[in-house]
């Protein structure tokens, strides 16, 4: 009998970081905006206190708020 442990994956879902639209309540849609400072801080504080799981892979939207938070510069 397999053991099914073997074959399962997490698969997990990271809305990106704050952008300047976010922070203003509008939507955001097909416009490419940065991350602000402080959705970057957010981010940061966030991988320092090991809150995102680990990952083999990783794959994002080209936009530039998916890509920075991707990269958690």
């Known amino acids: 009998m397999r053991n099914r442990a073997e ?3 997490i698969l997990a879902f ?8 976010n922070a203003q309540r ?8 940065p991350l602000t400072e402080q959705g970057m801080q ?3 504080s ?3 206190q090991n809150l995102y799981p680990q990952a083999d892979y990783l794959f ?5 708020r ?3 938070t991707a990269q958690g510069r």
């Not at 990271?14 to 639209?21: S, V, W």
């Not at 994002?60 to 530039?64: I, V």
């Open 46 to 48: 966030y991988k320092e």
């Open 14 to 21: 990271i809305r990106h970081g704050e952008t300047k639209a």
């Open 66 to 68: 998916c890509v920075e």
């Open 26 to 33: 509008r939507y955001l849609g097909k416009t490419d905006e």
């Open 60 to 64: 994002t939207s080209p936009m530039k």
């Open 42 to 44: 957010v981010l940061l």
């Open 7 to 9: 074959n399962q994956m």
